[in-house]
């Protein structure tokens, strides 16, 4: 009987240490400064970043820095506002974690008129960082449902808003294929909004392809900032 207790306390032991190495090795760490964009000067600054696409995980710092835990299988969106500033949303991604096992991202701040109404102005146009298709197709991913939800907020908010979602693709492969891929992502996330109540007549869409790149650097961070959907806001 004291043997059976022995081995089963052992067993015990080896399952506990084996959870504790195996989540001890899945986790990395985001972290960076936050910064005036224009001076490199530090920001102090709200800090509200989330686990994707659910988030599970959540957590707010008020700091000129941060740092937190992150699972490597699990993105994270990050929120920064400060008083004066424009406020910031990104996405990181545990793939891009370097040799360390870090994330670094310094986020920086534009001046501007901060979270209020004035910010939203005719002709601004805003880039949807967090909004994430499967490679090479149109299928949003559900990790853009924040991202989607703050454009229809802004739409019930400004119920005479009409906008127009603009699709790019890096330059990457064939022209004629960027082109219908750009248009078939801004198709969908015009059906995403138009199924939460926003009136089809209020959402125009174009597509451009590979031909405005905002990054020349033939790098796969390059090609990423290029794959993008921007909002361009024509009457409110």
């Known amino acids: 009987m004291e043997r059976k207790f022995l081995d089963f306390f052992i067993l015990c032991l080896f399952i506990t240490n084996t959870c504790i190495c195996q989540t001890a090795d899945s986790l990395i760490y985001a972290e960076g400064q936050i910064l005036n964009a224009l001076t490199k000067e530090p920001v102090e600054a709200r800090i509200t970043y989330q686990s ?25 969106s990050i929120i920064v506002e ?20 870090k994330v670094i991202k310094d986020i920086e701040l534009t001046k501007g008129t901060g979270s209020g109404p004035d ?37 019930n908010d400004y119920p005479s808003m009409v906008i127009q979602l603009e699709g790019h693709t890096d330059y990457q492969g064939s022209a004629k294929e960027n082109l219908k891929l750009s248009e078939a992502r801004v198709q969908a996330v015009k059906d995403h909004l138009v199924s939460k109540g926003v009136q089809k007549n209020r959402v125009k869409t174009k597509a451009f392809g590979g031909t405005s790149p905002i990054s020349l650097d033939n790098t796969p961070e390059g090609h990423r900032m290029n794959r993008r959907v921007e909002l361009r806001i024509l009457s409110k």
């Open 52 to 76: 994707l696409p659910y988030g599970n995980k959540i957590g707010v710092l008020n700091s000129t820095m941060y740092s937190f835990p992150m699972f490597d299988k699990v993105r994270y």
């Open 119 to 155: 910010r939203v102005e005719v002709g601004n146009v805003i880039r949807l960082d967090n909004l994430i298709f499967q490679v090479g197709r149109s299928r949003i991913s559900e990790q853009s449902s924040d991202e989607l939800d703050e454009v229809v907020k802004m739409m």
């Open 82 to 101: 400060a008083p004066g500033f424009d406020p910031a949303k990104y996405m990181l991604d545990p793939a891009e974690a370097n040799t360390e096992k």
